[in-house]
């Protein structure tokens, strides 16, 4: 069984930063994309970020240039460097990956349990 832990949510003040972590654990052969995923109160689930295996990485508009996401795929761990938060940024953030157990399996897409973000003063 494979799973998903998210760590380093928290309350921070605006313009802060975070550091957002997510391990995968459990019998794992391949790791393809990693995203990270947000859903504020009454809004729906958004892609904030995700990075391919080669480390190509795509951003939601409204974080380009202030996060960053980064893999190791040494430690199955993507993470998500949050810099210049707002309130608006609020949210619990999700993480999502697409996992190959075996060599003869299909990926199967996962997700973590969640990490609340709070941006407020």
């Known amino acids: 069984q494979v799973q998903l832990v998210e760590s380093g949510g928290g309350l921070v003040q605006p313009g802060g930063s975070l550091r957002l972590s997510c391990a995968a654990s459990g019998s794992i052969f391949r790791l393809g994309v990693m995203s990270w995923y947000r859903q504020a109160p009454g809004k729906e689930r958004e892609l904030v970020a995700s990075?391919?295996?080669?480390?190509?990485?795509n951003y939601v508009d409204s974080v380009k240039g202030r996060f960053t996401i980064s893999r190791d795929n040494a430690k199955n761990t993507v993470y998500l460097q949050m810099n210049g938060l707002k309130p608006e940024d609020t949210a619990v953030y999700y993480c999502?990956?697409?996992?190959?157990?075996?060599?003869?399996?299909?990926?199967?897409?996962?997700w973590g349990q969640g990490t609340q973000v709070t941006i407020s003063s």
């Open positions: 999502n990956a697409n996992v190959k157990r075996t060599s003869q399996t299909n990926y199967v897409n996962l």
């Open positions: 990075i391919t295996s080669e480390r190509a990485t």
